[in-house]
């Protein structure tokens, strides 16, 4: 039974190390390594923006949950995802970060920050959030990997943890952002065809295009109390208009402002390439954001025999990250089974090459040679960089492997305290010249401050059941206050220097931009 997924498996990994091989005999100094040497084109930049986007987590545990707890209503956030964190993302922040980091010669989130407000002060914080808060989101996605490794294989969670670090390690360690980016848009491939034939068979498993009006009356009585489940617990417990709401708006408007994100930005080759993107990332983000969620929706066709193996040790309440799965194993076929396994490795790999990344360069490039050794050779440099990744893979795996209690509401918190940090400043530095490094530094306050604020003292007065139920909110809020804060604080604060304004700005260049 478990041939074909453990063929296709073994199959998966030797691409990547064929592809990790070939990047490492590419990648020459620290932009090749971290940039792809800015030669990368629209549709391999856009569909690897998709994968770091989507990981494991939207398929089983946000698709499972909200289109249980929402029913068709959970489609709205694979569509705003698409209009705003796909389109819309690209044609406001694309050209934009390509060019202004180009004339300040920025490759990261905190060098931009750095160079565009004249302080380095700005450079240590950012680098440091980014560094702290991404850790715990890329130890869960190597966690949840493991686990789905040892449902589908039988072998020990610890073990597959283990093998799955080293294969990621070697891929990114040895072939940079060159091999990851080639490697995130096979993945991105297999994703988008197994999102499509996942869709089309569960609907033809449970009845074609009847199946869907079916789905909306199932939720309506499950909505109004008329269906409970075999062991006497109510079979739906809808969640509020104002956390459904905050799941959109967080889910859309986050990664506006997560460095990992951002840095699909500064890779591309051509910034007349940037509308490409954006049609790119709308569909790709479409397709897989809707067939997730409306997989999820369909979840309340599962016979009521399935939905009792839902039900967790409590008896009183389903574990709906069990939902999804259920589902995919009584309406797929064995080989699109397999095909789904190697579509949620392929996000979550995706999405953890990408934190990979960009946290190792808060370490290697922001501060290792901002600060502690300015003046080596690239070669120097791209050694520290691949050290520096490994690093933060094995504090990841260590994490994983040990799995404190605190990983999982730290997880939660860091998407709002990343974003509510970044988004605000970075957007007013791209657009606003009256943007003061004062104003921005109360805005990044304001959003890491908000954020951990409201989720830890929902934490310790209600628990962590409540406190990750209302994550979101609290995300959204860290999200929204640092656009008051930025400019109100940049009225009355010193401008930056108008050379460098000028220069950010391009007013003095009369050159044509590198492509």
């Keep these: ?52 986007y989507f990981s494991a987590v939207v398929f089983i545990g946000f698709a499972g949950r909200y289109g249980w707890q929402c029913g068709m209503k959970s489609l709205l956030v694979g569509v705003f995802n698409a209009l705003v964190g796909g389109l819309l993302a690209w044609l406001v922040l694309g050209y934009r970060t390509r060019t202004m980091t180009q004339r300040l010669g920025a490759m990261t989130m905190p060098e931009f920050f750095s160079k565009r407000f004249d302080t380095n002060g700005l450079k240590i914080i950012t680098a440091c959030i980014a560094f702290l808060f991404l850790i715990p989101y890329s130890a869960s996605v190597f966690a949840g990997l493991g686990y789905l490794f040892e449902k589908v294989f039988q072998i020990d969670m610890n073990v597959a943890i283990t093998l799955i670090t080293i294969i990621t390690g070697i891929y990114v360690v040895c072939g940079g952002y060159k091999a990851a980016a080639r490697i995130d848009f096979i ?39 008329q269906t409970l489940l075999p062991a006497g617990q109510d079979a739906i417990r809808p969640i509020p208009n104002l956390v459904f709401w905050s799941v959109v708006f967080m889910t859309s408007l986050a990664p506006w402002g997560l460095p990992q994100m951002v840095h699909k930005y500064y890779a591309i080759k051509d910034p007349a390439d940037i509308w490409r993107g954006s049609i790119i990332a709308l569909v790709f983000a479409g397709v897989i954001g809707c067939a997730a969620y409306l997989t999820g929706a369909m979840t309340h066709l599962l016979p009521q025999e399935v939905l009792l193996e839902a039900v967790d040790k409590s008896g009183q309440a389903l574990d709906m990250n069990k939902l999804v799965p259920l589902m995919l194993v009584l309406a797929l076929p064995k080989w699109l089974l397999a095909l789904i396994l190697i579509l949620v490795l392929s996000a979550s790999m995706s999405t953890l090459s990408s934190l990979v990344l960009v946290s190792s360069s808060a370490v290697g490039i922001d501060l290792y040679k901002g600060y502690a050794a300015r003046g080596r050779s690239d070669r120097h440099y791209l050694w520290a960089m691949r050290i520096l990744s490994a690093l933060f893979i094995l504090i990841s795996y260590l994490i994983a492997l040990f799995n404190p209690a605190w990983i999982v509401p730290l997880m939660s918190l860091s998407w709002g305290a990343v974003a509510g940090s970044f988004l605000s400043p970075y957007l007013f530095g791209l657009y606003c010249r009256s943007t003061t490094k004062l104003g921005v530094y109360a805005g990044m306050w304001t959003g890491l401050l908000t954020a951990n604020g409201i989720y830890w003292f929902l934490f310790f007065r209600y628990g962590s059941s409540t406190a990750g139920a209302y994550s979101p909110v609290a995300a959204s809020v860290a999200i929204v206050l640092p656009f008051l804060v930025v400019p109100l604080v940049s009225c009355v604060t010193p401008p930056v220097r108008q050379e460098t304004i000028a220069r950010a700005f391009g007013d003095h260049d009369e050159t044509t931009l590198e492509s």
Aim: net charge negative; hydrophobic share 55%.
């Design 187 to 225: 993945q991105g491939l297999i994703m988008f065809v197994g999102a499509v034939l996942m869709t089309l068979f569960v609907i033809r498993y449970f009845g074609g295009s009847e199946a869907l009006s079916e789905t909306v009356a199932r939720y309506t009585e499950r909505l109004d109390g």
């Design 1 to 52: 039974m478990l041939e074909l997924p453990f063929i296709l498996t073994i199959l998966f990994f030797v691409m990547l190390l064929v592809i990790a091989a070939w990047g490492m005999g590419k990648t020459k100094n620290i932009d090749d390594f971290f940039l792809g040497g800015k030669t990368l084109g629209p549709w391999i930049l856009a569909i690897s923006y998709g994968t770091a």
